[in-house]
């Protein structure tokens, strides 16, 4: 699958963005890498995956005080990058069934690569957590432990463990998503400031 624009492009176009600053550029970085390593378990695109785990909160810089405004920008500024529909549907399935986004609520996730997307950047939230948890170590993490945080429902309260669950639909078991995870994430610890 063709991609219209580099990865050094594509952060530099992120870092371009006002409203996006360390925490926000932490998380893109966190999905990407938990979206290659699900492509790569799945045979699919490594870098078209990883492209979407980059760019999936592309608005956000813009619009996180105002969250109803969420992925309202994003189809035109990846448009403006050469995104083909497809690519920016995808992006936009990972806000589908949120109450706050009123376009997007009524929608259904049905794809592979839009529930691999959903889970992956959801995923994000419990693992960097519970490395900070750890005084910021994810190099020793297994996946027992963050098994146990991800029951904690009061643990990173925010992330939707319902929405992590959706990975068991492309086939992957939560297990084994938790271990993906680890491991793409601790590739790159020290991008993320873990260690």
Sequence with gaps: MNLPITREKAIELLKSIPG??????????????????VARRLNEDENYW????????????LTKNEPEKHLTLAPEMLKKEGFDDEFIKTVLSHGYGFEELPEL???QRSKKIEFALAASETMTGIVYAYALMRGKRISDMEVKGLKKKFKDKAFAAGCNREIIREIEKTGISLDEFFQIAIDSMKGIKSEIGLE
């Design 20 to 37: 996006n600053g360390e925490f926000e550029m932490i998380h893109y970085l966190e999905s990407e890498a938990i979206m290659r390593g």
């Design 105 to 107: 609520k009524d929608k």
């Design 50 to 61: 990883g492209m979407l785990g980059l760019l999936h909160d592309v608005d956000w810089g």
